[in-house]
T-cell receptor
Framework: GQQLNQSPQSMFIQEGEDVSMNCTSS?????WLWYKQDPGEGPVLLIA?????ELTSNGRLTAQFGITRKDSFLNISASIPSDVGIYFC??????????????FGTGTSLTVIP | DTAVSQTPKYLVTQMGNDKSIKCEQN?????MYWYKQDSKKFLKIMFS???????INETVPNRFSPKSPDKAHLNLHINSLELGDSAVYFC????????????FGSGTRLTVV
């Protein structure tokens, strides 16, 4: 199946810094999602993107749907300790089959140092 | 109220045993899923199921089987457990429309000894 590559794999940053991460695929996607997973919990949806070039914000988080439709980006501004966790991208191909299957990225582990 | 709830949260069992993990959603979603998260945190879909079809990831051993008594429940049965089955298993649900994100449960950590 599809595998999305996320980078960086892990990040250690100081509180207050901005964070950028991205997700790339060899296939074209028509939907990109970004999730955050806290330790011991399931992933929680942060942002959904549905159109190439789309830029969407959720508080300090901003995500973009890449123009090529093969990538997506997530930025976190002014990081705080509670931003710690694993961030996953997820993408859906424009195949004409039934179902709502998403492929998940390899994850970016974020550590914020107070 | 918890949207997607899984039980148990932790499950420790011996090789060769048969076990089940239960999942319930109260969101009115029509599709439910099981994902496996390995030690490297990679999320891999195992099944997706609605009242129309069951889609199985071809890499899932047939020792794993989903059972759905109704639209709000999708349980996971595992027969003859193996050491490599140790992982965190997540249940999720969504509306049956393409592009709709999933709501995940909090996971079941399965340890096979």
């Amino acid at each position: 199946g599809q595998q999305l590559n996320q980078s960086p794999q892990s990040m250690f940053i100081q509180e207050g810094e901005d964070v950028s991460m991205n997700c790339t695929s060899s296939s074209i996607f028509n939907t990109w999602l970004w999730y955050k997973q806290d330790p011991g919990e399931g992933p929680v949806l942060l942002i959904a993107l549905y159109k190439a070039g789309e830029l969407t914000s959720n508080g300090r988080l901003t995500a973009q749907f890449g123009i090529t439709r093969k990538d997506s980006f997530l930025n976190i501004s002014a990081s705080i300790p509670s931003d710690v966790g694993i961030y996953f991208c997820a993408g859906q191909t424009p195949r004409t089959y039934t179902g709502n299957q998403f492929y998940f990225g390899t994850g970016t582990s974020l550590t914020v140092i107070p | 109220d918890t949207a997607v709830s899984q039980t148990p949260k932790y499950l420790v069992t011996q090789m060769g045993n048969d076990k089940s993990i239960k999942c319930e959603q109260n969101l009115g979603h029509d599709t439910m899923y099981w994902y496996k998260q390995d030690s490297k945190k990679f999320l891999k879909i195992m099944f997706s199921y609605n009242n129309k079809e069951l889609i199985i990831n071809e890499t899932v051993p047939n020792r794993f089987s989903p059972k759905s008594p109704d639209k709000a429940h999708l349980n996971l049965h595992i027969n003859s457990l193996e050491l490599g089955d140790s992982a965190v298993y997540f249940c999720a649900s969504s509306l049956d429309d393409r592009g709709k994100g999933y709501t995940f449960g909090s996971g079941t950590r399965l340890t096979v000894v």
